[in-house]
């Protein structure tokens, strides 16, 4: 692991972006300069950086500097072109308030602009094409979706509305994503009851009961909530930096594996919390991310491999 953690591709110089921990901007990723880079004590890799667009103080002169964990870094995402054309439903990076926020179009407006829902807090509001860029994730080394994909056919389009649809018929097992405060970026199992307009669902929790605990909790809930169930994978053991969700309150949870600690235990961090917690290996999952869809597998360990 030593090995990986030296070989990182973050050296001193390199423009990267940044992913934020803090309340209200998880989701967000700023653009930044590394300035230092230094190994800590249990297997730890800290990295001082210098944001572009965020600064330390009220006249706007200083740039911020902060000491991050390296699994808060990824290389700067490729650049679009000028006259990309969006559609609806596509996932989006939006830059609002220095920063880029995960989103998806939901409706194509007269002269090059887009309305973007954001769900992390159920906003939408309206972008310019050059506020925008595919939504990618760095994965194993490599942007998903690659730069060289360019869905370009009408016809795909369309075949992913269907295959939408198909998919979140009446009985089919999803995940729903909450907003609440203390819940955000968790996602719970449940099974479609029906449409019940278009864009909306009804569904029934596996897991949540009501107030009164005398059945399962059923909401209506915005079809940009909801993915399709990732089913049940068979991993013999995860590694250190590794990415996944772990089972806890009844929703699966986003971490990082920060250590072993017994036979199938594993210490996990949450950035969003910034909490330690130890977790079975039964209650692990490799972390995925439904993109374009498709399942994607995350594997934070491939990115500092040489």
């Not at 423009?15 to 901007?25: Q, R």
């Not at 990732?230 to 969700?245: A, K, M, S, W, Y």
Request: glycine share 6%.
């Amino acid at each position: 692991m030593a090995e990986d953690l030296n070989s990182h591709p973050f050296k001193k110089g390199a423009e990267v972006e940044v992913s934020s921990n803090d309340n209200g901007f998880r989701g967000a990723w700023y653009s930044g300069t590394v300035i230092k880079s230094k190994n800590k004590s249990n297997n730890n890799h800290s990295i001082l950086v210098e944001y572009k667009t965020l600064m330390a103080d009220e006249s706007g002169t200083k740039p911020l500097r902060e000491t991050l964990d390296v699994v808060q870094l990824r290389p700067l995402p490729p650049r679009e072109k000028r006259d990309r054309n969006y559609k609806f439903s596509d996932e989006v990076d939006a830059y609002y308030n220095d920063g880029w926020w995960e989103g998806v179009i939901t409706a194509v407006l007269p002269g090059n602009r887009y309305s973007v829902f954001f769900r992390a807090t159920r906003e939408q509001l309206e972008f310019n094409r050059s506020e925008l860029r595919l939504h990618r994730e760095w994965v194993d080394g490599k942007w998903v979706p690659p730069v060289e994909e360019q869905v370009q056919e009408v016809s795909l389009s369309i075949e992913l509305k269907i295959n939408n649809k198909d998919r979140f018929k009446k009985g089919a097992l999803v995940e729903v994503c909450s907003d609440e405060d203390g819940f955000q970026g968790a996602w719970f199992a449940a099974t479609v009851i029906e449409q019940v307009s278009s864009g909306n669902l009804l569904i029934q929790y596996n897991s949540l009961r009501n107030d009164e605990d005398t059945e399962f909790l059923t909401e209506v809930v915005d079809s940009n909530h909801v993915r399709p169930h990732p089913g049940q994978e068979t991993v013999d053991h995860f590694r250190v930096l590794e990415e996944v969700d772990a089972l806890y309150n009844d929703g699966w949870w986003v971490g990082v594996i920060s250590k072993v600690v017994g036979k199938q235990k594993y210490e996990v961090f949450f950035r969003g919390t910034n909490e330690e917690m130890v977790f079975k290996q039964s209650d692990l999952r490799r972390h995925k991310e439904w993109i374009s869809g498709k399942w994607v597998a995350s594997n934070l360990v491939g990115i500092y491999k040489k």
